[in-house]
């Protein structure tokens, strides 16, 4: 449908239409509504902060920003320089050593976090950390120390978890950003056999591990009063089974991680704390690798069980968690984000 709005001008003001969509006619627009419909038009910044209590601490943005903009100045883009930017702030990644957890930890470093915390079990970092590290500081021109640390703590130790926010708080002054990663996956095991020692032992990384990190940093997000965003690593195996393979612990604890996001959200929100997960498909990792490459015939069964066709790598969750953790998803708060090549999708 086309809608004309008559102008003093005496021109037809088209909403909805493309210019090709008109054979022979030729559009002209003109600036001169746009100004006389600022005034009352939902888009105006400060009709936006009367009905959603919040504008941006940078001020407004995108069509609001263009709506105040003085005749003739100059205007600058702020999607990457501040709604998807980490500058200033402060994360903790847990799983952050190696795999998805140090693809994720890295990419917010990238974002200009000021100081990433990676925390994983190992006593001291892989040699793939200290090479993200060392690249990190090249990037950025300056040593990454201080900027990209990491801490060795066991996710299933509640207090230590709660112990290590507490120092970041302690160190940084914030916490704004906090991706729980660390996971585990356990062989095929016959559901009506498996043994109730590897089930606990998967629910107690997956499942209390994931809790006892977004509290660490949950806990600092509210003592600052800042917000924050809390990002749980879930999986679609949360979701759906996936076909053929016996994983009832994974299975479970990652379905538990998907109402963890919900009723985290529910209760923190109040505290402009935003707590959302990730579910990705079959990413090629240490994990997966230890999986598929004694079976190399899964490789390809696993790639056609989505319509790309292949599986992920790492790098294709550095887009979404640098969202989550951002500006850019302000009012995204208990959902799970898929990132499966589409394997949910059939
Ligand atoms: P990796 O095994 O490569 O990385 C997991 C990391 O978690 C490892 O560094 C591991 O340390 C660490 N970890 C395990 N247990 C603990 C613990 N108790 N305390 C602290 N750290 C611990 O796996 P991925 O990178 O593939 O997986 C990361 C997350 O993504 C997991 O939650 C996984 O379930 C999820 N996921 C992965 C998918 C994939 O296809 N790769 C798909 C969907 C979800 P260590 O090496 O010492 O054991």
Not at 317 to 331: E, H, K, N, P
Request: glycine fraction near 10%.
């Amino acid at each position: 449908m086309l809608l004309r709005q008559p102008t003093s001008l005496g021109r037809s003001f088209l909403y909805g239409a493309r210019a090709d969509a008109l054979p022979g006619r030729v559009m002209r627009f003109s600036t001169a509504p746009v100004a006389r419909m600022t005034g009352k038009s939902p888009m105006q910044a400060e009709k936006q902060r009367q009905t959603t209590g919040v504008l941006p601490p940078y001020g407004p943005v995108g069509a609001s920003a263009a709506l105040a903009a003085k005749p003739g100045s100059q205007p600058k883009s702020t999607l990457f320089e501040h709604e998807f930017s980490l500058k200033g702030k402060v994360a903790m990644v847990s799983g952050g050593n190696r795999g998805l957890g140090l693809e994720m930890a890295m990419a917010l470093a990238e974002a200009g976090a000021r100081a990433v915390y990676c925390v994983d079990l190992p006593k001291n970092p892989s040699g793939e950390w200290t090479k993200v590290k060392e690249y990190l500081s090249r990037m950025q021109g300056r040593p990454a120390d201080g900027s990209f640390e990491y801490i060795s703590a066991d996710v299933r130790n509640q207090e230590e978890m709660w112990k290590i926010g507490e120092t970041i708080g302690n160190n940084e002054g914030r916490m704004d950003a906090c991706v729980a990663a660390a996971g585990i996956l356990r062989d095929h095991t016959d559901c009506l056999e498996y043994p109730a020692r590897q089930f606990q032992d998967v629910l107690d990384v997956n499942v209390n591990g994931v809790l006892f990190t977004a509290q660490a940093a949950g806990r600092q997000m509210a003592r600052f009063g800042n917000g924050g965003s809390i990002v749980l690593i879930a999986s679609m195996s949360g979701s759906i089974t996936n076909k053929d393979h016996a994983w009832i612990s994974y299975n479970t604890s990652k379905s538990a991680v998907l109402q963890m996001t919900r009723s985290m959200a529910c209760e923190l929100g109040p505290r402009r704390i935003r707590v959302n997960s990730i579910s990705p498909g079959y990413i090629y990792t240490h994990m997966t690798a230890a999986y598929l490459d004694p079976q190399p015939h899964l490789i390809d069964e696993l790639s056609r069980s989505n319509p790309l066709g292949r599986l992920g790598r790492p790098d294709e969750l550095r887009g979404v968690v640098t969202w989550l953790a951002s500006d850019a998803s302000t009012f995204c708060t208990g959902s799970d984000i898929l990132v499966t090549g589409g394997h949910h999708a059939w």
